[in-house]
């Protein structure tokens, strides 16, 4: 019995020093720093995060989970801070869905990646602002003017975080409504001239340079293989999905055994291919996120195609 003791007590005491490396070398990793007060608190948080990885690691573990940026927040904290996906706020969620049939679509290759054919501009990161919305439907945007004039730009989500009265800022929104309020508005600025800060202020657009006019969007059905289609022939295309499986992720294809399908946070459509590991084949979506280029996948993640995984594929939309 005095072994068992010894030895549960030695698993212990080593696994508090792992932990405690762990939180010193994330610390320096990502430049944190805390009051003493505040520093145990977020430890503890560090903790639970931990265990929660490892969960997450069993229950997928064909993605590499670990230590991200957000290591220190809870995942309420996390979901309140870089999420902001409202499909509450649909200003037009009464009108008829128009959908594209994929008789109409042209058969897509095996795979595609609009980052190898101009289309899509490096990660940007939202910060703490429930903007998410703003960077989909800008980056939708951003390709779908490279698509007709051949010039890939950067535009303003700090124009549609301040000035799109449909949505809330950084406290959330949904790209549809941007897409509207563009249409409504002028259109979209350049991110030179109109930067991006991530709090919420006074609207200061120029309209002599809002150069990109928007008519109006398409929503697209939840077929994953139209959707494909679509992303092909019409360019990289917004969409929501649950992200609360993101916090974690590092690398490789999600596949999560359990997640919601009530989205949360906008993201964009850049991509599709597959994968085959330990003998199998795996479909995949390449998706941009805007929590910058630091985190997954130089700023994107990969998640199963084929599945309807985290809702990915219920709310695909882009702009004309």
Sequence with gaps: ????????????????????????????????????????????????????????????????????KFADLSPEEFEAQFFGLKPSLNSEKNQPIMTINSTFLTDPPASWDWRDHGAVTPAKNQAECGSCWAFSAVGNIEGQYFLKHGDLRKFSEQELVDCDTIDQGCDGGYMQNAFTWLSENGGLEPAENYPYIGFQTTCKINPAMQIVKVKGYLNFTDSEEVIAQSLYQYGPLSTGINGNKLQFYKSGVLSPLKCSNELNHGVLFVGYGSEEKKGKSTDYWIVKNSWGADWGEDGTFRIVRGKAKCGINLDVSTAI
Excluded: M
């Design 1 to 68: 019995l005095l072994t068992i003791i010894a030895t549960l007590f030695l698993c212990t005491f080593i696994r508090a020093q792992e932990s405690t490396y762990l939180w010193i070398k994330f610390k320096q990793k990502y430049s944190k720093s805390y009051s003493t007060d505040v520093e145990n608190a977020r430890f503890l948080v560090f903790l639970r995060n931990l265990h929660l990885i490892e969960q997450y690691q069993k229950e997928d573990p064909d993605v590499q989970y670990g230590i991200t």
